[in-house]
C-alpha cells in the first residue's frame, strides 16, 4: 500500500464530511464532543478554510493522509510557535478501516519530515490519551520520546482528560 500526505484543499471537503460521518463512532471516543452537523459538507468547509487560513499565517500544516491515492485521515501540525520555541503540535486520524495496517506510522514519518524541513521547526509535540497505546506506538516508531503526564489535559469525549505527552526534535539521535 502506498501510503502519502499531501496539503489539505478545499476540494477535500467532501470526502472528508463522508469519512466523519463513516468514522463518527470510531473517533468519538479519541475526540472532543462535535456537534450533530461536524460531519456535513457546510461545517466541513468551515474547517478546510480556517485551516487553509492558519497555514497562510505560518500557525499551521493542514495534511490529508492518502492511501492508495485515496484520502483515509487528517495529520496536522497545529499551534505552531516561532521566536526561539520553533515548535508545533501534531495531531491526526486515519480511518478505522485503515488502522493497524502502518498507514498511520508512515504519515506521520512523513508529516515529522515536513515540519521539520519546510516549517523549519525544531519540535514536535503531541498528546494522547493514557489508554490510546496504538498511537503512543506509533509516536514511539517516530522517535518521540514520552516526557510527561498531564492531568485533565484535554476535554476529550465530553471529559476532562488525562494526557500522556511526547515530543520529538530535529536533532541527530
Given at each position: 500500500?502506498?501510503?502519502?500526505?499531501?496539503?489539505?484543499?478545499?476540494?477535500?471537503?467532501?470526502?472528508?464530511a463522508r469519512l466523519l460521518r463513516a468514522e463518527r463512532d470510531f473517533l468519538a471516543p479519541w475526540e472532543p464532543v462535535r456537534a450533530e452537523d461536524h460531519a456535513t459538507e457546510e461545517v466541513q468547509r468551515e474547517v478546510v478554510a480556517q485551516a487553509?487560513?492558519?497555514?497562510?499565517?505560518?500557525?499551521?500544516?493542514?495534511?490529508?493522509?492518502?492511501?492508495?491515492?485515496?484520502?483515509?485521515?487528517?495529520?496536522?501540525?497545529?499551534?505552531?510557535?516561532?521566536?526561539?520555541?520553533?515548535?508545533?503540535?501534531?495531531?491526526?486520524?486515519?480511518?478505522?478501516?485503515?488502522?493497524?495496517?502502518?498507514?498511520?506510522?508512515?504519515?506521520?514519518?512523513?508529516?515529522?519530515?515536513?515540519?521539520?524541513?519546510?516549517?523549519?521547526?525544531?519540535?514536535?509535540?503531541?498528546?494522547?490519551?493514557?489508554?490510546?497505546v496504538r498511537s503512543q506506538r506509533v509516536l514511539a516508531r517516530n522517535g518521540f520520546e514520552r516526557i510527561g503526564m498531564a492531568p485533565r489535559y484535554l476535554q476529550i469525549a465530553g471529559e476532562w482528560q488525562d494526557h500522556l505527552l511526547f515530543q520529538r526534535l530535529d536533532e541527530p539521535a
Open positions: 500500500m502506498q501510503v502519502e500526505v499531501r496539503s489539505l484543499r478545499p476540494d477535500d471537503v467532501p470526502v472528508l487553509l487560513a492558519d497555514a497562510a499565517a505560518g500557525r499551521a500544516l493542514p495534511l490529508v493522509v492518502l492511501a492508495d491515492g485515496a484520502v483515509v485521515g487528517r495529520m496536522t501540525v497545529s499551534n505552531v510557535v516561532r521566536g526561539a520555541f520553533q515548535s508545533g503540535d501534531l495531531g491526526y486520524w486515519v480511518a478505522s478501516t485503515h488502522n493497524g495496517r502502518g498507514v498511520a506510522s508512515t504519515a506521520v514519518a512523513l508529516t515529522v519530515r515536513r515540519a521539520f524541513d519546510e516549517l523549519g521547526l525544531h519540535r514536535l509535540g503531541a498528546a494522547t490519551l493514557l489508554h490510546n
